[in-house]
């Protein structure tokens, strides 16, 4: 029998919220809130003897339950619409408590003690979800740093600030205007992936002082959304607006590693034992989960399926993929695609056994964005354990022998990458990683040739490549700011007007071409003397390209005999007269043979 005005709880499937005691939510209120209870649940490993609930539900804190052993509950009386709280658990081992947020909560708040927020007001309405599926190899991603839509005066800027009991950041809110904006779809895109949404942290080892992460990959909870960003209102609105603008919304996560080092992740503080066996601090001070713990990917699917049903996301980019082994991919491709036949699975890492074994969908092409840009700023040579690499080869040779050509992930700028249009930049390649440009065996080196003509060119190269492609937000207006270390609206940012036509002209010509989506890339001309690229899209496309700083004459261009027009302009003309036609500096050119009909 069910106490007077309580509901039927929602709970996770029977078998996992019996083993994790996941926290239930509650159906709609049929009446006031201070008659309906709701039981809270709290589950974690035999050395967590005791469990108290703090936070607003009480004056002090309440001693919970004890079930079983690690398992504790408690009946709470919501107030009012907007509770937070957390638990208070004693380690047997440790012999201390240690505070930690509700390991199934839907929101940490934006102070620096990162409370759980749950709402306990009206039904959360699911999105709509995306009216027609796009396609992988149709897919234009344009990747989203939320720090960017943040304005300076939010809890997430400050985050020691004494923000007040529920406060939660805009960035949600203020991307969702940008969406109704119609921006996104003028320019041509038609997907948008969110750094990780997911509450995140990160400690200053030498200040000892909690900060933020700039990117959001140092989970502290799997499940929770991140206070700074917004609420799980703001985000299911994001998502309903995202769908209705016909963009798909695929989220960065990062599944078995997250906040660690010496400060420990709330989830091991409560499972110490889902730690990797001779689990060590890696090299960017991460904890990482022990994935072949049946019990540890149960919890990971129950977190991902939250993300799928409750807020109808569209796909998942899992970063450091490469530390989950393929069979234990499989093991979760299976059960993803068997709630969402269509959804979007993205690895960081390019190792074909996550896409053949694994059967993720494709993954980040880290060969093309580690040589395409460095050729682009005119960048002949580099040091690759300790020998000499020509870029030009290095790019043709990406270009000619990369299997599964559409199932990649291709892209010359991302939240690790130095801008195209900053003229001088370390030599950088992804990450930490760095380039040794001048052989000395010290790094970093400098590079120098940014700018307008470097990343015009790159575009051309970047959006006549076959499979999905992706931008990095701001890339098409020739944004110069230093990555996402530190506040910088988007919105504020100057724009080059004619690097975002050329843009806009490619992704329009993009999506009116299929063959420069799905078609084989066959190479047609590689003369590294002369940097000349070129290559066919097509029977009747062929995209020239001169990554040299002087112009080059065209007389090799193979094409057969036939008018042909510039698909970037409006210029046509005979195959002989466009061999006798000179490629400007740094250019590109999209040609198509014009066919005739006969009657």
Not at 26 to 52: C, F, H, K, N, Y
Request: charged share 25%.
């Amino acid at each position: 029998m069910r106490p007077s005005g309580a509901q039927w709880p929602r709970c996770f499937p029977l078998g996992i919220a019996l083993w994790f005691g996941l926290g239930c939510q509650s159906l709609p209120p049929q009446a006031p809130i201070e008659r309906r209870t709701v039981e809270l649940r709290l589950s974690g490993s035999p050395q967590v003897s005791r469990a108290m609930l703090l936070g607003d539900f009480f004056a002090q804190p309440v001693e919970m339950a004890r079930r079983t052993a690690g398992h504790f509950s408690i009946r709470v009386t919501p107030q009012r619409k907007i509770h937070r709280y957390a638990f208070r658990i004693y380690r047997k081992d440790l012999g201390r408590w240690l505070t930690i947020a509700d390991p199934t909560g839907d929101v940490l708040d934006a102070t620096a003690e990162r409370w759980t927020l749950r709402r306990f007001s009206a039904a959360a309405r699911r999105p709509r979800p995306l009216a027609t599926p796009i396609r992988l190899v149709d897919l234009v991603i344009y990747e989203l740093p939320l720090r960017d839509y943040v304005a300076p005066t939010t809890p997430f800027v400050a985050p020691n600030s004494a923000a007040l009991p529920g406060q939660t950041g805009s960035a949600f809110l203020e991307l969702t205007r940008w969406i109704d904006s119609g921006y996104p779809r003028q320019l041509g895109i038609n997907a948008i992936e969110l750094l990780p949404v997911v509450a995140n942290g990160r400690v200053d080892y030498q200040r000892k002082t909690p900060e933020r992460a700039p990117w959001g990959y140092n989970a502290i909870s799997w499940y929770a959304l991140d206070g700074d960003l917004g609420d799980a209102q703001a985000f299911r609105a994001l998502v309903d607006r995202a769908h209705q603008h016909g963009l798909a919304v695929i989220i960065d996560y990062a599944l078995a590693h997250g906040y660690g080092g010496k400060h420990q992740t709330q989830l091991t503080a409560l499972h110490p034992e889902w730690r990797k066996p001779r689990h060590r601090e890696n090299r960017w001070g991460l904890t990482e989960l022990d994935v072949q713990r049946s019990d540890v990917r149960a919890f990971l699917l129950a977190a991902l399926t939250r993300f799928l049903s409750d807020y109808q996301i569209d796909g998942f980019r899992f970063d450091w993929a490469e530390a989950v082994a393929p069979e234990i991919w499989r093991w979760f491709v299976t059960r993803l695609r068997a709630i969402n036949p269509n959804v979007i699975l993205l690895a960081e890492n390019p190792k074909r056994a996550l896409l053949d074994v694994g059967g993720l969908d494709a993954h980040w092409d880290f060969f093309f964005q580690h040589v395409a840009p460095l050729l682009c700023r005119g960048v002949e040579r580099y040091k690759e354990f300790g020998r000499w690499v020509d870029t030009f080869d290095k790019l043709v040779e990406n270009l000619s022998t990369t299997p599964h050509p559409t199932r990649r992930v291709r892209y010359v700028e991302s939240h690790d990458l130095p801008r195209l249009m900053r003229q001088r930049v370390r030599a950088q390649v992804g990450g930490d990683h760095l380039l040794d440009l001048d052989g000395d065996g010290r790094t970093p080196d400098e590079i120098a040739g940014g700018g307008r003509e470097a990343s015009m060119l790159c575009a051309t190269l970047l959006l006549t490549q076959p499979g999905a492609t992706m931008l990095y937000a701001g890339q098409e207006h020739g944004a110069d700011d230093d990555l996402v270390w530190r506040h910088d609206p988007i919105d504020r940012r100057r724009r080059d007007a004619l690097l975002e036509r050329h843009y806009r002209a490619l992704l329009d010509l993009r999506h009116r071409t299929a063959a420069l989506r799905r078609m084989p890339l066959q190479v047609a001309l590689a003369d590294r003397r002369q940097r000349l690229l070129a290559y066919r899209r097509g029977p009747e496309i062929i995209v020239a390209l001169n990554f040299s700083d002087r112009p080059v004459v065209l007389t090799q261009l193979p094409l057969t005999e036939g008018q042909y027009r510039d698909l970037l302009g409006e210029q046509r003309a005979s195959a002989a007269n466009w061999r006798a036609q000179r490629l400007a500096a740094k250019s590109g050119l999209v040609l198509q043979r014009i066919v005739e009909l006969r009657r």
